[in-house]
């Protein structure tokens, strides 16, 4: 909370500013470098506002973690290198979204309430399908013509491993094809 008070004064001082210019009917140039301020301004402020307030689900997401951690140990321990069996997805970002909806379990929530936390359109819609790629039912649709997710349930869907794992060897760039190959063949066994 103490991050959005010390940025309060800035967001004032950015829409005053945006005000005036359109009080004043300023030219385009100096119109759209005052609504850039502001929007910017509002993007760091309000995601701050939002970091402070959201409802911790710490437990939850860590029980979560624990669980795809100890399944794909128990599916892939014995035949896959651990950088391969490690789950992806642990940024602040992905609790926090994860946070937000379940929060809301059950209930629809707007992407552009989910679009504070990443501070951009493309980065949130990114995080949420990569949160339904660890096995959790976030679940699209639109609202009222409005973009929303909603997490169904904290029960994972365990079929995902597989995909976590195939999509974890095939992004390590640091191995040669005939090795990544190998352990692909692992998981098609």
Do not use: C
């Not at 005053?16 to 402020?45: C, F, G, I, M």
């Not at 649709?141 to 079929?159: F, G, I, N, P, Q």
Request: no cysteine.
């Amino acid at each position: 909370m103490e991050k959005w008070l010390r940025q309060r004064p800035e967001l004032v001082d950015a829409y005053s500013e945006l005000v005036e210019q359109l009080k004043n009917s300023a030219s385009h140039q100096d119109l759209l470098d005052a609504y850039l301020t502001a929007k910017r301004a509002s993007a760091v402020a309000f995601q701050s506002l939002l970091r402070a307030n959201i409802p911790k689900q710490e437990t939850a997401w860590h029980t979560i973690r624990h669980t795809l951690e100890y399944e794909m140990d128990r599916e892939y321990g014995r035949v896959l290198p651990d950088w391969a069996t490690k789950i992806p997805y642990s940024s602040r970002t992905h609790q926090e979204l994860f946070s937000l909806l379940a929060d809301r379990l059950g209930e629809p929530v707007p992407a552009d309430y989910l679009r504070v936390i990443t501070a951009d359109a493309v980065h949130a819609e990114r995080r949420v399908r990569e949160l339904r790629e660890l096995g959790l039912p976030v679940i699209p649709a639109k609202v009222a013509d409005s973009d929303t997710y909603t997490l169904r349930s904290l029960e994972l869907d365990k079929s995902y491993i597989h995909s976590i794992a195939r999509n974890t060897i095939k992004a390590n760039k640091n191995i040669p094809d005939s090795e990544r190959q190998r352990l692909l063949s692992f998981l098609q066994a």
